[in-house]
């Protein structure tokens, strides 16, 4: 069963130096209360893993977290780029950052494979792109059956899968709903989990297109009203756009950005 824990000891118990971390989240329920958490936790040298990562990821490369980027798109939505990813690959600002890129489709069977136990995924994916010729670790294979050429991705295992949802009851079973991603194959996926919600309740009540997270698949939960803001969480908030927009001009300047993350993140009331 999964364990009620507050925001700060949760951090400091499943997300380590080093580590391979997964902060997942499509446009809605993006756990940026957590990623600001790891920032004031000073983690270093992780391996940030992402299907789009956007702001928060920003963030976490800005402040020094991460050394290395699996990914397959970045940058504000509806705004531009990242600018502390930018500077960090063109400049090694604050530190140099690794990069592994592959295509949605690619990351998401990463995933599901992940999820599954299993080695690797297969798909049709990246055909006619020159990522093979960037990334590695993505091979062709022959199907033993009919010898078509196909692509193989390695199966996503990262150690710790961080994520937000709506509820969950105090057994640790998540309940979620709205745009959803991958955030049931990232938590199934990793060695750990932790799981910020906009509360907690003695029952989850049936919603329409929910997602449901058992309590033995969850490692820890932590009650974190408005752990999403600036994305938002349905049914509980809205997006907050403007800041999406005031964040690029935050961003493209260090000494603004240092001082953003110090007021902000680092001086931050923690949630209890």
Same mark, same amino acid.
């Given at each position: 069963?999964?364990?009620?824990?507050?925001?700060?000891?949760?951090?400091?118990?499943?997300?380590?130096?080093?580590?391979?971390?997964? #902060?997942?989240?499509?446009?809605?329920?993006? +756990?940026?209360?957590?990623?600001?958490?790891?920032i004031r936790q000073r983690r270093r040298d992780l391996t940030l893993v992402r299907m789009t990562p956007?702001?928060?990821?920003?963030?976490?490369?800005?402040?020094?977290?991460a050394r290395r980027l699996v990914f397959s798109w970045g940058g504000n939505p509806g705004v531009g780029s990242l600018h502390r990813f930018r500077d960090a690959v063109q400049n090694s600002w604050p530190v140099p950052l690794e990069l592994e890129e592959h295509s949605h489709a690619g990351m998401a069977n990463r995933y599901v494979a992940g999820a599954s136990g299993l080695p690797f995924a297969v #798909? @049709?994916?990246? &055909?006619? &792109?020159?990522?093979?010729?960037h990334t590695t670790n993505i091979r062709p294979i022959e199907c033993p059956f009919t010898g078509e050429t196909l692509t193989a991705v390695p199966a996503l295992r990262p150690d710790v899968t961080v994520v937000h949802a709506q509820r969950a009851d105090r057994a640790g079973n998540v309940q979620m709903w709205g745009i959803t991603g991958v955030q049931k194959e990232a938590v199934l996926a990793a060695q750990r989990s932790l799981i910020t919600v906009e509360e907690i309740v003695d029952e989850l009540e049936p919603v329409p297109g929910q997602?449901? #997270?058992?309590?033995?698949?969850? &490692?820890?939960?932590?009650?974190?009203?408005?752990?999403?803001? +600036?994305?938002?969480?349905?049914?509980?908030?809205? @997006?907050?756009?403007?800041?999406?927009r005031a964040w690029d001009a935050i961003?493209?300047?260090?000494? &603004?950005?240092?001082?953003?993350?110090?007021?902000?993140?680092?001086?931050?009331?923690?949630?209890?």
């Open positions: 069963m999964a364990k009620l824990v507050s925001l700060a000891d949760g951090v400091a118990e499943l997300v380590r130096d080093g580590d391979t971390v997964a #902060l997942e989240g499509f446009t809605h329920l993006i +756990p940026f209360a957590a990623g600001h958490e790891i956007d702001v928060i990821y920003d963030q976490l490369i800005g402040a020094g977290c #798909l @049709r994916g990246y &055909t006619g &792109t020159d990522l093979p010729r997602v449901v #997270l058992p309590g033995w698949a969850v &490692t820890a939960v932590a009650r974190v009203p408005g752990g999403s803001h +600036p994305s938002y969480t349905q049914g509980y908030s809205v @997006r907050d756009n403007e800041f999406y961003s493209r300047d260090r000494d &603004t950005f240092t001082d953003w993350i110090a007021r902000h993140v680092h001086e931050a009331e923690v949630p209890a």
